[in-house]
Nanobody, 120 residues
């Protein structure tokens, strides 16, 4: 079992930055694929970024967001720069014991989410 706890969300102005953190309970985090998803009101949950031995990003965030991990601290980060109002959503951390995928249903463990609001 893996427990995930997100933090770092908040209110930011357009073109601002935020860094989200996801702390995992399990010490074998390094073997898991970790990902960030987001869900805006009235919309489906969508893939944002994932990291295992490589990284993958949604086209909408490439060049603006960076996913990274600190295995020693069991933490995954999402650095978000140049934020836009369209980035407003609840952001969720997820984990799976497998390869990187963008599919929501492929992830076994989820955090409770952290809200990011970008004002125009």
């Amino acid at each position: 079992q893996v427990q995930l706890v997100e933090s770092g969300g908040g209110l930011v102005q357009t073109r601002g930055s935020l860094r989200l953190s996801c702390a995992a309970s399990r010490r074998t985090l390094s073997r898991y694929t970790m990902a960030w998803f987001r869900q805006a009101p009235g919309k489906e949950r969508e893939f944002v970024a994932a990291i295992s031995y490589w990284t993958r990003y949604a086209d909408s965030v490439k060049g603006r967001f960076t996913i990274s991990r600190d295995n020693a601290e069991n933490t995954v980060y999402l650095q978000m720069n140049n934020l836009e109002p369209e980035d407003t959503a609840a952001y969720y951390c997820a984990a799976r014991d497998g390869m990187v995928t963008t599919e929501v249903s492929a992830y076994d463990y989820w955090g409770q989410g952290t809200q990011v609001t970008v004002s125009s």
